[in-house]
């Protein structure tokens, strides 16, 4: 079941319920939390948000660089179907790992948070330098 309700300030949230699980090249547990439709300046940004709990510090037994593969995965893996399943278009495409559920625009200092922002291009996503 897909739901749209009001997020963060102008942002717009469609949340899947229930969790969805996805294999990623990091073999980590990623669930997705929520999708963000956002707007920032011009642009029209979607943020996917994941929670990975093999992040956190600590404990966590993956770091960054063993994930970094795990975000083009799930933008050209899951983002673009989800986006034409859907019928959303973005310029802008961001992949977010947290290590637990942290509400959007909000800080926890003890929550484990990664992200990467994609442009589409014609042969799927392209990493973006913010």
Not at 96 to 118: C, H, I, K, N, W
């Amino acid at each position: 079941m897909w739901e749209w309700v009001r997020g963060c300030g102008s942002a717009l949230m469609l949340s899947a319920m229930p969790a969805l699980a996805y294999d990623v090249p990091s073999g980590q547990p990623v669930t997705l939390s929520e999708v963000l439709v956002d707007q920032v300046g011009t642009e029209a940004w979607l943020r996917f948000r994941f929670v990975a709990p093999d992040i956190a510090r600590g404990a966590g037994a993956v770091s960054y660089a063993d994930a970094e593969a795990d975000f083009q995965a799930l933008c050209d893996g899951f983002a673009l179907g989800y986006m034409t399943e859907f019928d959303l278009s973005a310029d802008v495409v961001v992949i977010s790992l947290m290590d637990r559920p942290v509400p959007f625009g909000t800080s926890d200092p003890d929550a484990t948070q990664f992200f990467e922002a994609y442009r589409i291009g014609p042969e799927g996503c392209v990493w973006e330098a913010f």
